[in-house]
């Protein structure tokens, strides 16, 4: 155009600097603050990521602690907002539930309006991450009817989860270790991940300047589609309703057909063009978390990795390197946790809320930063001759 580039998508438009987190797309590499994701996720716990994410630095123990017991004090919502959740129908999905409570979450901290403030910014950060488990596992118990446990904090950030999720007043919630360091896994695979549509939504929300919970909010709006985070929930009905190894060439050939609009979830990335290095965790920890909980033939995961295997020798899929994403496993893992299914994606705004406030933070502070403006190509009509209303055919 002269002006500006059209680029529907943004496939070709860098629209920040960032230093948090790196992706080398043709290479299948991820890494947060220079370090490998395969190394975070096998040594770390998500906590010392968020601190990562948010400082720049892996913390030291002493660190480490100081940072848990910040995190700590704040898992608890302020208990207006439990009268906020009775406003929902029963059967509202979880995400809807949490879009309206991170965003309301804006009408109870004023002094995160004060943006300019670098107290504030680490103070709402630190808020967001610590009630995110509450806020998720409290979507869940209003769908069930259950009270809503509130969060303890002698727990570590994934046990707590587990914890508020499917502890009740009169049963303790024995927490698997092996399943809560699953779940840990899961969070930090699932941390940051540069500019994605979510995190460049909070981002654009953000640069107006308004306030960080009701960004949040707008990420969990974008994260919720069946393109982005809504892809978990969507692998798993796809697998269902697969249902068997034999069908699996009639799904294959559908997603190949571009007269259908079916496309294989959980496969396919903008970025990647090779495995998606948190889809190979994943995998791994998927069959981890199988075998403690004694399940061997789990038909679904059967169908997945049939799914993959005719998928990467299939010519369609290798032309256009379509692998599976982080997407593909995570689902058949929180299934076999007893979580179901519409709070799959809640799991992953959970886990996101760090690298979106981290992203939200590094932007407020960049020197460069400018109100999110794009521009676009106007197609409509130039110019009309104004017709009055009794004039009009
Ligand atoms: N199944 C079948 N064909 C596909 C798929 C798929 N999953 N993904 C892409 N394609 C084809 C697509 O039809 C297109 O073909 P052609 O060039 O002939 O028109 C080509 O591959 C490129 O696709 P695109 O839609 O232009 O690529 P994109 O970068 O805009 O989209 C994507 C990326 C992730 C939205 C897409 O691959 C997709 O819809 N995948 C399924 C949903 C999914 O798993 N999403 C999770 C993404 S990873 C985690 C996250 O972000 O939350």
Redesign the pocket.
Do not use: E, Y
């Given at each position: 155009t002269g002006l500006f580039t059209y680029d529907p998508?943004f496939t070709s438009t860098g629209s920040c600097e960032s230093k948090i987190t790196y992706i080398d797309g043709d290479a299948g590499v991820l890494r947060h603050r220079g370090y490998a994701i395969e190394d975070l996720a096998e040594n770390c716990d998500f906590l010392e990521v968020a601190h990562l994410l948010l400082r720049g630095e892996l913390p030291n123990a002493a660190e480490r602690d100081t940072f848990e017991s910040t995190i700590t004090h704040h898992t608890m919502v302020h208990e207006q907002l439990t009268r906020f959740y009775q406003g929902f129908r029963r059967d509202a999905h979880p995400m809807a539930i949490m879009c309206g409570v991170v965003g309301a979450l804006s009408a109870f901290y004023h002094d995160s309006l004060d943006i300019n403030d670098p107290h504030h910014r680490m103070v709402s950060q630190h808020r967001l991450i610590a009630k995110m488990p509450t806020i998720a596992a409290w979507a869940y118990k209003y769908s069930t009817g259950q009270p809503f446990m509130y969060p303890k904090n002698n727990l570590s950030y994934a046990e707590n989860f587990l914890h508020m999720m499917f502890a009740t007043p009169c049963d303790e919630y024995k927490v698997n270790p092996v399943l809560a360091k699953a779940m840990d896994r899961i969070l930090i695979l699932h941390a940051d991940?540069e500019q994605?549509a979510s995190t460049s939504t909070v981002r654009l929300a953000g640069s107006s300047g308004a306030n960080p919970f009701a960004c949040i909010a707008a990420g969990i709006a974008s994260?919720w589609g069946?393109?982005?985070?809504g892809?978990n929930e969507?692998v798993l009905k796809m697998l269902s309703e697969i249902g068997h190894k034999d069908r699996i060439p009639e799904f294959i050939k559908r997603?190949?057909d571009?007269n259908d609009s079916f496309?294989?979830?959980?496969?396919?990335?903008?970025v990647y063009k090779n495995y998606d290095p948190r889809a190979k965790i994943m995998s791994q920890t998927c069959k981890e978390v199988l075998d403690e909980l004694g399940v061997h033939d789990e038909p679904l995961l059967q169908i997945a990795m049939e799914l993959e295997r005719i998928a990467l020798e299939d010519e369609y899929f290798v032309e256009?390197k379509?692998y599976p994403?982080?997407?593909f496993y995570s689902g058949i893992i929180f299934r076999a946790m007893g979580i179901p299914v519409s709070m799959f994606t809640c799991l992953?705004a959970l886990a996101r809320t760090t690298g979106w406030i981290a992203q939200w933070g590094e932007m407020i502070e960049d020197p460069h930063q400018k109100i999110g403006r794009p521009r676009q190509l106007f197609t409509g009509v130039a110019e009309r001759k104004f017709v009055a209303l009794a004039d009009r055919p």
């Open positions: 998508g991940h994605n994260l069946p393109a982005h985070g892809a969507a997603a190949k571009k496309r294989l979830m959980g496969f396919g990335h903008r256009k379509l994403n982080v997407d992953f």
